[in-house]
């Protein structure tokens, strides 16, 4: 099993490009997110999805939209990126909710934009 | 909302015991859970107390405390690669609130 994979791995993009980072995941789980992480902020939910076609907001969702049309995938694009974007972002994934259900993250997608 | 305070940074030596702790304002939660993140890499799944108490695994052991709004990661017999930044996040039903990580410094 592959776990939790993300594309692309690094990223430069200019002042309004857009670009969709892809994570997919093998291990049939229902529930997905994606964070961003940025230095001393920790790990910021941006959107979730608790199966396929759903989605919710999180914490920070402003700028960034998400879609699950599959289970196994989670897409999260930005339409038009603004150099407050730069982070690392990272998907995960849940077999269910409640009490103790652990995530698995992926190896996290490096975005610099200019 | 949210909000999770942990200390920024802390320092020991190999074979010592650390215990890293965690505060937290939250309205309804299912439990808090630990995770460790090796200079940014993924994040990994270390605990979690869904009840107050100590839960231990291995070397790691958990506590929660719900009257005080406050848990801690105990690890014990420090080792090199437990150099690590180690984050508590509250559970709630879907989500996971993270708080802000403390970077753990082990030297020989």
């Known amino acids: 099993n592959a776990g939790v994979t993300q594309t692309p791995k690094f990223r430069v993009l200019k002042t309004g490009q857009s670009m969709t980072l892809l994570c997919a995941q093998d291990m049939n789980h229902e529930y997905m997110y994606w964070y961003r992480q940025d230095p001393g902020m920790g790990l910021r939910l941006i959107h979730y999805?608790?199966?396929?076609?759903?989605?919710a907001k999180g914490e920070v969702p402003d700028g960034y939209n998400v879609s699950r049309l599959k289970k196994q995938n989670f897409l999260l694009g930005l339409e038009s990126a603004a150099p407050s974007q730069t982070s690392v972002y990272f998907c995960?994934?849940?077999?269910?909710?409640?009490?103790?259900?652990?995530?698995?993250f992926g190896p996290g997608t490096r975005l610099t934009v200019l | 909302g949210q909000s999770l305070e942990q200390p920024s940074e802390v320092t020991a030596v190999e074979g010592a015991i650390v215990q890293i702790n965690c505060t937290y304002q939250?309205?309804?939660?299912?439990?808090l859970s630990w995770y460790q993140q090796h200079d940014g890499g993924a994040p990994t799944f270390l605990s979690y107390n869904g009840l107050d108490g100590l839960e231990e695994t291995g070397r790691f052991s958990s506590f929660l405390s719900r009257s005080d709004s406050y848990g801690y990661l105990l690890l014990q017999e420090l080792q090199m690669k437990d150099s690590a930044s180690y984050f508590c996040?509250?559970?709630?039903?879907?989500?996971?609130?993270f708080g802000k990580g403390t970077m753990l410094l082990v030297s020989p």
């Open positions: 999805s608790v199966g396929e076609g759903t989605t």
């Open positions: 995960a994934s849940s077999y269910r909710a409640g009490g103790g259900n652990e995530q698995f």
């Open positions: 939250t309205s309804g939660f299912y439990g």
């Open positions: 996040a509250v559970t709630l039903y879907s989500t996971l609130t």
